[in-house]
Structures are given as C-alpha cells and as structure tokens.
C-alpha cells in the first residue's frame, strides 16, 4: 500500500525534472497566471482525464468534475466554478463532456435505494423522464444505457445556458459557447453532440432569461459604443 502512494511523488519529481529541462522557466510562468480559453465539466471517472484527452497543457482548461458531469444549480461547486470561470476567467468555451460506459448513468438506470446517491442521482433519472419516450423505444439496453448518456450531456449543456451569468456574458461578449461531448472509452474518441447554443438560447428565453437589467444592458451598449 505504502509503495503504490510514494510512487506519487516519484513521478512528480521526473515530470518536474522533464519540464525543467524543457523550459527551465515553466513552473515560473505557469505560476504567475492562468488564462485558460476553456472550461471542463466532466465526471469524475479515474479513466477520463480532460487535458490528456485534449492534448492540452496545464493553465490551458479550466476543471470541475463529478458524479455523471452534472450542473446542478443547487451544488454550489460547480456553480461557483462556472460563475468564476465566465466572470474572471473569460472563458470563451464551456464544455459538458460525459463518456460511454458511465457508471452514475448506469446506476440511475437502476431501482436500487442507493443511499447518499439517491438525491444526486435522480438528476439523472429526470432526464431519463423527460425523455422516456424515446428510451423507451430502444430495445437493446446498451444502446438504451448509451443514448441516456448523450441525453444527460444534452440536458445538462441546457443548464448551463439557463445561468444568468452565461446569458449575460454571451450577450455582452458573444461568448462563452457552451458544447456537449461524449468520450468513447473503447476508441479514445471525442464525439461532439453538436448543441446548438443559439437555438437553445433562443428557445429558453422565454422562461430562463435573466439578462433584461440595467447592468447588463448598460455594459452592451457601453461595449457597442467603444467597439
């Protein structure tokens, strides 16, 4: 047990070795700032790994991860990671990426009392309601299981575009652009969900805009009149 954890910090020492032969100034400047154009919401799948997958380096993508990749406005993690990432950070991209073979999905699948899960979970089991017309028509379960995966990737893209400070970023900037992913396990693959974000903006304003103030429209038209 005690060598399986102190091989941490074995390899901790060779990649900082490796970067400093690179660039003997990397860690200076990786301290200084972060200016990442991207932020991540993924699960928390020991298999999924979001810069490895992106072939991005460290300071390049902002990073929160749970159970299924949910956003889910009461779990104050990962709104105030969304809030800093669009107010602070400027991300212009905001990522929902959920993987085949997701345990959380499975497991809302399920009629199991699972505990402690039960609350998170049925998240995932309201998607699976909203769309049970659909489930419901595929009969082999693995197709079923993996559907519910891209389903639950598009239902929670939709709450990220439902938060005020999306919508008023986007107004006043024209970005972030939110977008789902699913991460094939078995091929390595990132499979883009192609979320229109303008349509489903357009389509939920109705109930969940949240842009119509003084503050926001006061920094368009400042912005509208420098630019």
Not at 48 to 67: D, I, L, W, Y
Not at 147 to 160: A, S
Request: one cysteine or more; aromatic letters at 10%.
């Amino acid at each position: 047990m005690g060598k399986s954890y102190d091989v941490i910090f074995e390899n901790n020492r060779k990649w900082v070795e490796a970067k400093i032969t690179e660039n003997p100034d990397f860690f200076k400047i990786l301290a200084e700032t972060q200016n990442p154009e991207y932020l991540y919401i993924g699960c928390s799948d020991s298999r999924v790994s979001a810069e490895e997958m992106m072939g991005m380096k460290p300071g390049e993508v902002f990073v929160t991860r749970n159970v299924a990749n949910l956003v889910n406005t009461l779990d104050m993690n990962s709104t105030a990671v969304i809030q800093y990432a669009v107010e602070h950070l400027k991300v212009k991209h905001i990522i929902v990426c959920g993987h085949y073979g997701c345990g959380g999905v499975k497991a809302a699948m399920t009629s199991e009392d699972l505990g402690l899960l039960n609350p998170w979970l049925r998240n995932i089991r309201d998607v699976y309601r909203l769309h049970q017309a659909e489930l419901d028509q595929i009969s082999d379960e693995h197709d079923r299981y993996n559907r519910l995966v891209e389903l639950n990737v598009q239902e929670q893209c939709i709450n990220v575009i439902k938060m005020a400070v999306v919508q008023e970023q986007y107004l006043v900037d024209e970005y972030p652009i939110v977008h789902g992913w699913v991460f094939d396990l078995k091929t390595g693959r990132i499979i883009d969900q192609e979320i229109d974000f303008e349509s489903i903006l357009k389509d939920i304003q109705k109930i969940y805009n949240l842009t119509n103030s003084d503050w926001v429209m006061s920094r368009k038209k400042n912005k509208n009149f420098f630019d």
